[in-house]
C-alpha cells in the first residue's frame, strides 16, 4: 500500500451544506491530486498540489476548493454541497522524486459522498 | 472534451481468451500512457505503462501496444482469468511543474466468465 489514508470513507449528507474530505499521506510524495469517478465520465482531476499552498485547479474544479497546508495532508472542501457532486472521491499521490515526471499515481481507497 | 477515448464500455470473455481494450488520444503533447485496474470499492492501480518510443510493452500476460500515427494504445490480456475482472482505465499524461495530471478514459468493466 502506498500509505494513502481517505477520510471519512461514507458520507450522505443534505444540499447546501459543506463538506470536507481528508486525505493523509505517509510517504512524503510532493504531488497529491483529487479526482472525483462518475459512470460515465471515468475519473476527473478536481484539484491538485504540487507543494505546501501550492495548489491549482483541474478539469472540473468548480464548487471545490483545496487546502494544503503541510505535506502529508490535502482538503477538499465543497462549500456548498450539491446532488450534482454525489460521487466517489479519490485522492491520488505521485509516486517518490525517481518517478515524478511518470504517469504513476498511487490512489487511496476512495470517500463516497451522497448529496440528498 | 474527452481527449481521451476508450472502447468498448463492456467486456465479456471466456476464461483463457483474450481480451482487448482500446483507446485513442487527441493530444500529441501526452508522453506517458498507463492502464489502471480498479476492483470494487477500491482505488485503481497502475497495472502498466508505456511510452510513445515503444511501440509493444509486456508484462507477464499483459501487453501494451501503441501507434504513434494513429495516436492509439491498446491493452491485450491474454489467457484472460476470473480474477482479471475488473474495471480497466487507459490514461494519458504529460508531466509539468504542477506535477502528473493524468487524462483517464471512461472505463471498461470486463468479466472473465469460467
Known amino acids: 500500500d502506498a500509505g494513502i489514508t481517505q477520510s471519512p470513507r461514507h458520507k450522505v449528507t443534505e444540499t447546501g451544506t459543506p463538506v470536507t474530505l481528508r486525505c493523509h499521506q505517509t510517504?512524503?510524495?510532493?504531488?497529491m491530486y483529487w479526482y472525483r469517478q462518475d459512470p460515465g465520465h471515468g475519473l476527473r482531476l478536481i484539484h491538485y498540489?504540487?507543494?505546501?499552498?501550492?495548489?491549482d485547479k483541474g478539469e472540473v474544479s468548480d464548487g471545490y476548493s483545496v487546502s494544503r497546508s503541510k505535506t502529508e495532508d490535502f482538503l477538499l472542501t465543497l462549500e456548498s454541497a450539491t446532488s450534482s457532486q454525489t460521487s466517489v472521491y479519490f485522492c491520488a499521490i505521485s509516486g517518490g522524486l525517481a518517478r515524478a515526471n511518470t504517469g504513476e499515481l498511487f490512489f487511496g481507497e476512495g470517500s463516497r459522498l451522497t448529496v440528498l | 472534451q474527452q481527449q481521451v477515448k476508450q472502447s468498448p464500455q463492456s467486456l465479456i470473455v471466456q476464461k483463457g481468451g483474450i481480451s482487448i481494450i482500446n483507446c485513442a488520444y487527441e493530444?500529441?503533447?501526452?508522453?506517458?500512457f498507463p492502464w489502471y485496474q480498479q476492483f470494487p470499492g477500491k482505488g485503481p492501480a497502475l497495472l502498466i505503462a508505456?511510452?510513445?518510443?515503444?511501440s509493444e510493452k509486456k508484462e507477464g500476460r499483459f501487453t501494451i501496444s501503441f501507434n504513434k500515427s494513429a495516436k492509439q494504445f491498446s491493452l491485450h490480456i491474454m489467457d484472460s482469468q476470473p480474477g482479471d475482472s475488473a474495471t480497466y482505465f487507459c490514461a494519458a499524461s504529460f508531466f509539468t511543474g504542477g506535477g502528473n495530471k493524468l487524462t483517464f478514459g471512461t472505463g471498461t468493466q470486463l468479466k472473465v466468465e469460467l
Open positions: 498540489s504540487y507543494g505546501v499552498k501550492d495548489t
Open positions: 508505456i511510452r510513445p518510443d515503444v
Open positions: 493530444n500529441t503533447a501526452f508522453d506517458y
Open positions: 510517504e512524503n510524495h510532493r504531488y
